[in-house]
């Protein structure tokens, strides 16, 4: 198996709502903590092969996979900050987007 | 009758609201929003495909950002009513997030729109008679114009008219909605240029010839982004009347001849690069004088139509002294501040134009809630002919306020946070997105220039500082004007973290020039450093009368550059 | 191929050449911009039509333009506009036989083609089916009003408002 530098998830913007989704194990995922990581080339190679299906069947946009960093709880965390911007919401407005919806849902 | 009925003579007793759609305007946005609706729902079936949608989502003004989509509405030659102030207000509780981002375009961005919601938003601006046609795409985008139009002292002729004008002959143009690329005119009235003509791929000067009528003069091919260029003189004078036709020629040059090879080579102003001034002027003159133009027989007439929305408002005759303000001026030390900066001298007496800053100390440059949407729009009810203007320093214009009210006003809009008194100075920072919201971005932009807002968050100081335009770009496209700011910063990505370029002497009024960089690029926390360092080697240089941008132009980039780079207290290198 | 004409798919009497294919011995056919001197004396054919690159001097035409029957104008992409300026000329020059703009046009792009000069509309199958007859009726009724005079189509709000004011 061709190993990965890091490990890699599949991020996108849903189509009808413009918001950012993850690909899971069962489809597209809110919360990115859900999100199907892939650990060797095959199958990062089959998470981006799953995510063009669904951009070809017009339930999300810009499928792109993305570089992560796994937390000592599983989660991942992308490398880029471009990303870690997309997960968060916008920087200067901590009461919008991600962010805040996480803050008011289990309280991470 | 109606009161946009075009056998009326100009209307001197009515409110200047501007230009008001007439049966066949409704009808058109309508029109198009019905067909946009069609767009979305085959989108949303799968019979387009998201390349084949895009452009057509962003000749609606339909992007997709980072976190979601986001729809720029436009503010034609930045006139709003304050009814469709309202409107944008209602827009922004119903479907987004309550707030919109006022733009350097004179445009509005509500950030958080879902493509579901986005033709019902639509037909909510059409209501008000607003749209978000060709705000964005290959298209001829909306056209821009001096804020102050209409009430600038300095003014040959109100460019509003003729921006109106170019608006309706852009729509939905038959021939030019697929160029090579986006395609940007401005129109200035005024010997001062607001408007920027200079870096737009066209630019109209109002101008008179020696005979006393009325022309254009015609820049072409000026522009920022990745390779600014200062536009050039097409057109020495361009009768009125062959206005139209004239830039259906320069159009049409540019649909056949500009480059589709690379975006980033694409604009008119590469084209005008590549062939030579002398030798596109030719070409156009070529296809102006093949052309049939007959089609642009009636333009005289229309353009006497469109003018006669533009008259002047009801004002009272009033001294041009108001004992009322000078009497608050005195009282008051805070309001005589913001009478001292955020107050221009207006042409009517006993009048005044107000800046409302969209530019809190701290704040997000250009940002406004719904709640101070409905306060401008009452404001504008109460003191100024409920009339409002987006400036392209991202601020709110009330146009014509009575002296005698501006007290009033002031207290209204310190009510809401909108009494900051920094028009012009250091803290009036134009500021793009960046990446805490644009797709495209390498850096953020938006905490930059709140970090410099707050080191500079004593007015007192940026009082002495005086006149001086910071301008923030979050990547290389140059949305925030760097170029042109008197202190231009880019943000840009370097070795996997945000870093920030900053260049000196930007101007973009017709003295126009392009900032040098001043060096290497610093990270986010340096930046107000080095500004500030620039700003104190400028006080410390400066002589009398002097603003920033002139003490640079004297001593040149050098002397600044090296007082940019002095070490900071710690020893560190900035 | 599918073929646009007033909105609906109509069946294509006419022929597209290759350079290697030779002339038939009848029918209707459209070549390539050097053979189409050839073409046009030949009497066999019952009309002679071009299809040209949307970089074409227009005067390159103009000779032919008595004796053409159809001009083909190629989009290599939905979203390179030049075609729209050829035509445009192309009408201006005195052209008056079918214009045709072939390539992955949308229906969205009817009035744009319609509005300067085209007449037909090809289009790859698979396209004509995933947007439906149905989308290119609809999309030649989408704008019944323009701001332009002098252009194809849609009746010019200027021409009505002049009408409105007398
Ligand atoms: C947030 C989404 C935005 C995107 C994706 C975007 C994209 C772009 C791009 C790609 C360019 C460069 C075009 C070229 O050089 O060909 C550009 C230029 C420009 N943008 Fe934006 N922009 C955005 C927001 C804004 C905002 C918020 C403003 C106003 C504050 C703005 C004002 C401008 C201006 C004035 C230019 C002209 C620079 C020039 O003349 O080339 N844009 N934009
Ligand atoms: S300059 Fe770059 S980051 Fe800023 S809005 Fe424009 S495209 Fe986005």
């Given amino acids: 198996m061709a190993a990965l530098r890091h490990p890699q998830i599949v991020i996108a913007s849903d189509l009808a709502q413009g918001d950012v989704v993850v690909l899971g194990a069962a489809g597209w995922e809110r919360d990115h903590l859900r999100a199907k990581i892939a650990y060797d080339g095959e199958a990062a190679a089959a998470l981006k092969a799953a995510a063009d299906a669904e951009v070809a069947a017009n339930r999300v946009v810009d499928a792109y996979l993305v570089d992560v960093a796994i937390a000592a709880d599983g989660a991942p965390t992308p490398l880029h900050f471009r990303e870690q911007f997309r997960f968060a919401g916008p920087s200067v407005r901590p009461d919008l987007g991600k962010q805040a919806e996480r803050r008011e849902g289990d309280g991470r | 009758m109606t009161a946009h009925d075009p056998t009326l003579p100009p209307r001197p007793n009515s409110a200047p609201i501007g230009y008001a759609y007439d049966e066949y305007d409704r009808a058109f946005v309508r029109e198009r929003v019905a067909e946009f609706r069609g767009q979305v729902e085959r989108r949303l079936a799968g019979a387009l495909t998201e390349d084949e949608f895009r452009p057509f989502r962003l000749m609606n003004g339909l992007y997709l950002q980072l976190h979601a989509y986001m729809l720029r509405v436009a503010i034609p030659y930045g006139t709003l009513t304050s009814r469709q102030m309202r409107q944008l207000a209602h827009i922004a509780d119903t479907w987004d997030k309550g707030y919109g981002h006022f733009t350097t375009r004179q445009n509005l961005q509500f950030n958080w729109p879902r493509l579901v919601d986005v033709p019902d938003i639509l037909e909510a601006l059409a209501d008000v008679d607003m749209h978000a046609i060709q705000t964005s795409g290959n298209c001829i985008r909306n056209v821009t114009a001096d804020h102050f139009a209409g009430v600038a002292a300095d003014e040959i002729e109100d460019p509003r008219p003729t921006a109106e004008f170019l608006r309706q002959w852009s729509s939905a143009h038959a021939e030019f909605s697929f160029l090579p690329r986006k395609f940007k005119i401005a129109v200035t009235g005024a010997e001062h240029d607001r408007a920027a003509v200079k870096v737009h791929d066209i630019g109209l000067r109002v101008v008179k010839n020696a005979a006393g009528d009325i022309g254009y003069e015609v820049i072409v091919g000026g522009g920022l982004g990745r390779t600014p260029f200062i536009g050039k003189l097409l057109r020495e004078f361009l009768p009125r009347a062959e206005l139209l036709a004239y830039l259906e020629a320069i159009l049409r040059v540019y649909n056949r001849f500009g480059r589709r090879d690379n975006k980033y080579k694409a604009r008119i102003k590469i084209l005008v690069h590549e062939t030579g001034l002398d030798e596109l002027r030719a070409q156009v003159e070529a296809e102006f004088a093949a052309m049939d133009r007959a089609p642009f027989a009636y333009d005289s007439e229309e353009f006497a139509r469109v003018a006669a929305f533009f008259g002047t408002a009801p004002y009272d005759e009033l001294p041009e002294r108001s004992e009322a303000f000078e009497k608050a001026k005195a009282d008051d030390a805070a309001f005589a501040a913001f009478a001292a900066v955020n107050v221009a001298p207006h042409r009517a007496s006993g009048y005044a134009i107000v800046t409302v800053s969209l530019k809190p100390i701290g704040g997000i440059p250009g940002d406004a809630t719904a709640a101070q949407m409905r306060a401008l729009a009452d404001a504008a009810d109460a003191y100024g002919f409920g009339e409002l203007r987006v400036s392209h320093e991202q601020n709110i214009i009330l146009p014509h306020v009575r002296k005698d009210d501006l007290h009033a006003l002031w207290r209204d809009l310190d009510a809401v946070g909108l009494a900051t008194a920094n028009a012009g100075l250091i803290s009036d920072i134009i500021s793009c997105p960046g990446l805490d919201y644009c797709a495209l971005a390498t850096a953020r932009s938006i905490p930059i220039a709140q970090a410099i807002s707050k080191r500079f968050a004593d007015l007192e100081r940026q009082r002495r500082i005086g006149q001086l335009g910071v301008k923030i770009s979050g990547c290389i496209n140059a949305c925030g004007h760097h170029h042109v700011g008197a202190i231009g910063i880019l943000g840009l990505e370097k070795k996997g973290v945000e870093s920030y370029q900053v260049t000196l002497g930007g101007d973009p009024t017709l003295d126009a020039s392009i900032g040098e960089l001043i060096g290497p690029g610093v990270s986010a926390e340096e930046v107000p450093d080095v500004i500030e360092n620039l700003v104190e080697f400028y006080l410390a240089e400066r002589c009398e009368g002097e603003r920033f941008i002139d003490t640079v132009r004297r001593l040149g980039h050098k002397r600044f550059k090296e007082s940019a780079r002095r070490e900071g207290e710690d020893g560190s290198g900035i | ?166």
Wanted: aromatic share 8%; net charge positive; charged share 25%.
């Fill in chain 3, 1 to 166: 191929m599918a073929l646009v004409s007033d909105g609906a798919f109509v069946a294509d009497e006419w022929r597209r050449l290759a350079d290697e294919e030779s002339l038939p011995a009848s029918g209707k056919v459209i070549v390539s911009q050097q053979r189409v001197a050839a073409a046009l004396d030949d009497a066999r054919l019952a009309a002679v039509g071009v299809y040209v690159a949307n970089t074409t001097e227009p005067a390159t035409l103009a000779p032919f333009f008595a004796r053409l029957a159809l001009i083909d104008i190629a989009f290599p992409a939905f979203t390179d506009g030049r075609g729209f300026s050829l035509a445009r000329l192309l009408r201006r020059a005195g052209f008056a036989g079918e214009l045709r703009a072939s390539g992955r046009l949308t229906p969205d792009q009817y009035l744009h083609a319609i509005g300067s000069g085209f007449v037909s509309i090809e289009i790859p199958d698979e396209l004509a089916q995933r947007h439906g007859e149905a989308n290119w009726a609809k999309a030649l009724r989408a704008r019944s009003l323009s701001y332009q005079r002098g252009h194809a189509g849609g009746a010019s709000i200027l021409e009505r408002r002049r009408k409105g004011v007398s």
